[in-house]
DNA sequence: ACTGGTTCTAGTACTTACTTATAAAACTAG
DNA sequence: CTAGTTTTATAAGTAAGTACTAGAACCAGT
């Protein structure tokens, strides 16, 4: 009887913190009617750190990904750049990418990954998108790695005309031709 | 002379700790150069908490901020929608949206509103993005609060044709044609 | 040169949320 | 009923503080 009760209140103690990190061993002591030695000693077997602990863990976390996202002047990777001519860059589909019920990518992501190239391959110190012709051609699914190659075709006064396609591993998934506008 | 001494150490102080937030009063005495008594006289003048309370505060941040993006299906906040027929959804431009230096809005942000806007406006299961046609007319700003309206203007098989109109307090700043297709 | 006010440093007592260790109590099972 | 497991209790120690008091340094003006 006692064996299943501790498992078992190791399993509430497991949940418990899921749900509510901050919870003192005291607090859950009495929400698991034990004493408070009992909860530290769970804690030890289960290899649960302190409170504060957890709560700098998660702190840490939450930095390094502000960061990242931060960080993403450009969405996708730059492999390859020719000022003026010509770029490539990669993008792997994550699962905070897709749709969560068909896990197709949200077409948002692609278009990001083309647009943010062509505004890193046309030479400018500042631009803007003027117009977008976009064309998707088949779903993409999380895990898939699309390679997106940018080429400027043309040049009149300040505006860029540049063509991008996004291929997976088989195909050409998208492609889009954009106008970009450069700042004075 | 020590007050101006005060006044650019608590300078030096603030900026410390917003650039590494995990400091000890004790590290941050060892960095200025001055008594474990002193910071903690200015983090008092100062308001600025505790390093555990920092910590935990951050923690919690982070805890709403996942919570708020993975509810995210949605770029913008949707405000009225007409299943098959048309929707609305603003959305404020905030400093992460914008290039630092030019301090104008990424393209890629205003796309995501409409294009999410057409996904959720059209009356089917599952969709994806086939085609758009984007125009922006002017450049956007930090603190801009864009209204998207969507219409569908026509429905022939599983294709939907979805005219996104995007405005700011003043003026049309952004149009999209979009045709979304429905998967079986 | 002395006095007064600001600024800085030092020291003590107390707090929270623990850890480590040791021991006793309670339960439970053969 | 006794041995083993599980739980609770007690004590000492830790980090990173708060709150408070008091003294030292400095510097500015008369």
Redesign the interface.
Known sequence: MARIQKKQRQQQLVEKIKSS??LTDEELARLLDVSIQTIRLDRLELGIPEL?ER??Q??????T?VKS??KG?V?GELIDLELGKSGISIMNITP?MV????Q?A???YV??QA??LA?AVIDAP?A?????????KT?IRVGEKLVAKAEVVKQRGNKYFVWVKTRNDVQEVFRAKFIMVS?D
């Open positions: 990190p901050f504060r709560t700098k998660m702190a840490e976390d939450a930095q990904k996202i931060s002047e969405v905070e749709f969560e019920r068909t197709v949200r077409g948002h278009f990001s647009n943010s505004l500042a803007v998108t003027g117009v977008a012709n976009i064309k998707y779903p700042l």
